[in-house]
């Protein structure tokens, strides 16, 4: 172990232009910046990663940023995540080309910073994400040659302990893509869906979503008629559940048929699509019990929507925006393409927003898959980018959304809410950040947004 070299800057070095706002100037430039955050609900660490730098802030309950230290980036070095527990800081960082993670173990007490590498290597199996718990650190990897989940769980700066689950039957089938590239490629890239604010359309259309509750991380697969499969990986006991979802009730025959989950708290939303009906249900995710459904016909005016439904994204990847009329128009691009359907909570106005759509993978030169954040009701917001946050990569998507009471799940007449995405675009209008430099994070129950200004070359931190 070395003690590496860092430099402390306290709070009286920070600036506030304004309440609830801290300004960091930092000065690095270029479009390769990126913000990392993980949190244990009390207290969070945002990263800022730079081209040879890395800069870690340390953030209280009460969003203020309380210490800084900054250490030179090894090259080709990537932010893999990390944990608080204990007065301590753990963070990991992969460089692809070495056999070992570069881990930083910073103590806030003492004020200590020492740095390790760990030994690591994944001998087979495929990687489907990476994710951080309130307590740990780890690898989710599935073995396609025996079928099982492999789980490397790191405790502390040093060590890490590798659980195997026996899956079930037709898990290599399950995980694949549509493509078979499952084969082909390193890892999988299941997302994970649980992040704060509303879950972007990237993440929302896929199958097969990730959420992490504290020790416990669940794997949803939507790829069965009427029907969800979910594991269950206790994490503290080293236990895996299987178990399907029923959708009693979603009996449309018809072809095509598409369907879709997305949970949010205790409770699973389910929406399906078939030639004739749209079909939605809201589910106790833990008893199956069915707590709320609404349906439309084809040929019926959606009477359960608060907003017409509007399609945006054309043909040749444009933003352009225009209001679909039928309901028919609808079931027609989701069965063409994959449904969508999130949820997002207003605890204020006691109210849940829903959002049911289509999606259509737009292929343009250039890269897949984007960035993506997600909506995850005040769940631990650690991914990769950790923490997060789109202001809206939509694909071609034509959706509706719809209010519904958080307490009984009937539908709600009245316009939609300023969501908190709606906040932030509001707020940083005219603003340039880097892809992967804006993070949005819950401590204490209350947002919070960091976020890098390219033109002022500013950390800045934004509680919402």
């Not at 301590?88 to 910073?106: A, M, R």
């Amino acid at each position: 172990m070395r003690i590496a070299s860092f430099i402390f800057l306290w709070v009286s070095c920070f600036t506030a232009k304004a309440q609830e706002k801290t300004v960091q100037h930092i000065g690095w430039k270029g479009n390769r910046i990126e913000l990392h955050t993980i949190n244990n609900k009390q207290q969070s660490c945002t990263v800022l990663l730079g081209k040879d730098s890395l800069k870690v802030f340390l953030i209280n309950d009460n969003a203020k940023v309380l210490e800084l230290f900054t250490i030179q980036r090894i090259p080709n070095e990537n932010f893999s995540g990390g944990f608080i527990k204990n007065s301590n800081i753990y963070l990991y960082l992969d460089n692809p080309k070495k056999d070992n993670l570069h881990s930083l173990l910073y103590n806030i007490d003492s004020k200590i910073l020492s740095e390790n590498l760990v030994p690591f290597v994944l001998k087979s199996g495929k990687i489907i994400n990476k994710l951080s718990s309130n307590n740990y650190f780890f690898y989710f990897t599935l073995n396609t040659k025996t079928s099982e989940f492999v789980i490397y769980r790191f405790n502390d700066e040093m060590h890490y302990d590798t659980t195997r689950y026996t899956s079930a039957p037709g898990i290599v089938e399950d995980m694949k893509n549509k493509d078979g590239s499952i084969f082909n490629k390193a890892t999988i890239n299941v997302e994970r869906a649980d992040m704060e604010g509303e879950c972007d359309l990237d993440i929302a259309r896929d199958s097969k979503k990730l959420y992490v509750r504290n020790d416990t991380l669940f794997l949803l697969i939507n790829n069965l008629r009427t029907t969800t499969k979910v594991y269950t990986f206790d994490l503290t006991n080293n236990k895996m559940d299987y178990r399907l979802i029923m959708h009693k009730n979603d009996d449309s025959l018809s072809e095509p048929f598409v369907c879709n989950s997305f949970l949010l708290r205790n409770n699973l939303y389910y929406a399906s699509a078939s030639y004739n009906n749209l079909f939605l249900q809201v589910l106790d995710f833990y008893t199956g019990n069915i707590i709320k459904e609404f349906k439309a016909n084809r040929n019926e005016e959606i009477n359960f929507k608060n907003t017409p439904i509007t399609q945006e994204g054309d043909a040749m990847g444009g933003a352009g925006v225009r209001e679909l009329g039928k309901t028919k128009q609808l079931l027609r691009k989701m069965t063409n393409g994959s449904i969508v359907i999130t949820a997002i909570p207003n605890d204020e106005k006691n109210v849940l927003e829903l959002l049911v759509g289509s999606y259509q993978q737009i292929t343009s030169g250039g890269g897949g898959g984007g960035m993506w954040m997600g909506g995850g009701g005040m769940s631990a917001p650690i991914f990769m980018p950790t923490g997060g946050f789109s202001h809206g990569s939509w694909s071609k998507s034509a959706r509706f959304k719809m209010l519904i009471s958080a307490s009984n799940y009937e539908h709600l007449n009245g316009d939609i809410p300023l969501s908190i995405n709606d906040r932030i675009d509001n707020y940083t209008k005219g603003t340039k950040i880097p892809a992967e430099g804006e993070n949005l994070f819950v401590i204490n129950g209350n947002y919070n947004y960091a976020y890098y200004d390219k033109d002022k070359l500013d950390f800045i931190l934004v509680k919402l």
